[in-house]
């Protein structure tokens, strides 16, 4: 099989996502995995003997993306090989490596909406409350805390450090995507919470990791799984949420916020995001809770 380790552009295309755009190694291996697909494609389908960017065409794209259809892949999968493949296209551009791309008249299917799974206010009172006295426990209920308290990805949580953590000024540092830093208020409660933390873990009787915020048992730094597996004992399956995720925690972040009569753009700023679309989803769910409001308190509703 053709491996895209021995096809010196898509390298040069990796490399430029790890060192210049600094997306993070699970969105690097996205990319990779999209293009090696395609490769294997044109080398097993199509019959090429070697992989040449310059020689593919926009039907061959095409049909790589019938045959990925054929083999049930569904919108959000071929929206994302797409966006892969223009990306590499155009980066190749730009290094005047190709002097045209097949990406031209390329349509991404559109993605049917999906709204933000969050969960209610009274339930996230009770989640934040609830906290075990082992160590383990007690760093599963500052994660979650934090996670709801800030609106931070689950791998800005993870990478925490106590450095970022300035209790002065009770703000957190948070470096996002692209090392795009952003400035998140942190509450009386939380900076307690992470006060008794440090202290908690200063007395552990393991060597400790000083630099990073959040760690386990044995002095080690938290991993993605342990965000996961925080999250979702959290959430619970009493919610009857149909995922229990750290990103569940973001959502319900920012449709509380709205709730409560936050201003769309200072939501955004929070959440970190580039556009205001990606954040205007959560409108969706403020809207319904206005209609409950009316309904409930309009003498004709």
């Known amino acids: 099989m053709f491996q895209i380790q021995e096809i010196p552009s898509i390298q040069a295309f990796i490399r430029f996502l790890q060192f210049e755009k600094r997306y993070s190694p699970h969105t690097v291996r996205s990319y990779s995995d999209d293009l090696q697909q395609f490769v294997d494609y044109l080398i097993i389908e199509m019959g090429y003997?070697?992989?040449?960017?310059?020689?593919?065409?926009s039907i061959e794209v095409r049909n790589w993306l019938v045959y990925l259809r054929g083999e049930d892949a569904g919108a959000r999968t071929l929206h994302r090989k797409i966006s892969t493949l223009k990306s590499y296209y155009k980066f190749m551009l730009r290094q005047q490596l190709v002097k045209e791309t097949p990406m031209v008249g390329?349509?991404?299917?559109?993605?049917?909406?999906?709204?933000?799974?969050?969960?209610?206010?009274?339930?996230?009172?009770?989640?934040?409350?609830?906290?075990?006295?082992?160590?383990?426990?007690?760093?599963?209920?500052?994660?979650?805390?934090?996670l709801y308290a800030t609106g931070m990805r689950s791998s800005e949580v993870q990478g925490l450090k106590e450095s970022q953590v300035d209790f002065s000024n009770k703000i957190i540092r948070v470096y996002g995507k692209g090392g795009k830093e952003r400035i998140l208020p942190m509450t009386e409660k939380i900076a307690g919470l992470i006060k008794n933390y440090i202290s908690d873990k200063t007395g552990l009787e393991v060597a400790v990791n000083r630099e990073k915020l959040l760690v386990k048992e044995n002095g080690k730094p938290i991993a993605q799984k342990d965000v996961y597996a925080a999250a979702k004992a959290a959430l619970g399956e009493a919610m009857g949420l149909e995922k229990r995720s750290p990103h569940v925690l973001r959502h319900t972040f920012a449709t509380h916020l709205l709730n409560q009569g936050a201003d769309l753009n200072a939501v955004k700023e929070l959440l970190g995001h580039s556009s205001l679309a990606a954040t205007q989803v959560y409108t969706h769910n403020t809207i319904d809770k206005l209609k409950e409001v009316h309904k409930k308190a309009h003498p004709r509703g």
């Open 106 to 146: 390329i349509v991404a299917p559109k993605i049917p909406k999906r709204l933000p799974v969050f969960a209610k206010e009274g339930e996230m009172n009770r989640v934040l409350e609830e906290r075990g006295e082992d160590f383990m426990s007690k760093t599963a209920h500052l994660l979650v805390n934090i």
């Open 49 to 57: 003997t070697h992989f040449d960017p310059a020689q593919v065409r």
